[in-house]
């Protein structure tokens, strides 16, 4: 036996019994008056920006105006265009916005939820300029717990939390936006 095996044995014997995650009662954590304004309060304050639609026609005029811009503008709200979804990074270095659809909000963080299959190519959120999503003003719950109630983590196996713009601000102390992903995030919740 190697010592990479012994140590390997050791450390499986020697492993703690496996405990239940706790049960969370939802009726006793946080809850917001209007998850709405709450989800836009956190969101606006971590730099991302929320307009609220009354219908989503409205978003299909200003699509189509930036797509007459002659930027690179992806549009996945309705469909996972094909073509999209081989693209490889250096091919999409271009791209300045994408559209996308997200399964729900949290009210508690501003985050939204998307599945690989809203995102059809996973590169598009975080190589983009610009990052638009769409969710339903319905779909915004409370907490990251009420989140992990709706979703299946395990359903495609890959789906991303993601809360306003890229940013950061680890070298000297300066924030810089857009260093990782988007530099603006806006949230369309349609009413």
């Keep these: 036996m190697s010592s990479r095996d012994k140590i390997l044995n050791a450390i499986a014997a020697n492993q703690p019994d496996l405990v239940a995650p706790p049960t969370i009662d939802l009726d006793t954590v946080i809850s917001y008056e209007d998850n709405y304004t709450q989800f836009k309060k956190v969101l606006e304050g971590i730099g991302g920006k929320v ?17 007459a811009s002659g930027q690179l503008v992806i549009n996945m709200i309705d469909d996972v265009d094909k073509q999209i979804v081989m693209l490889t990074s250096f091919e999409l270095e271009k791209l300045e916005k994408v559209y996308l659809r997200a399964t729900l909000g949290v009210a508690e963080n501003g985050s939204v939820w998307l599945y690989e299959s809203q995102m059809g190519n996973r590169l598009l959120p975080f190589i983009c300029q610009h990052l638009m999503l769409v969710i339903h003003k319905k779909d915004i719950v409370t907490t990251m717990h009420h989140a992990y109630q709706q979703i299946d983590i395990a359903k495609e196996g890959f789906g991303v939390f993601i809360a306003g713009p890229s940013k950061t601000a680890d070298i000297e102390q300066s924030l810089v936006i857009g260093a990782h992903g988007a530099r603006t995030a806006t949230i369309y919740v349609v009413e």
């Design 51 to 67: 307009e609220l639609l009354s219908d989503i026609a409205i978003l299909n005029n200003q699509i189509q105006k930036d797509k």
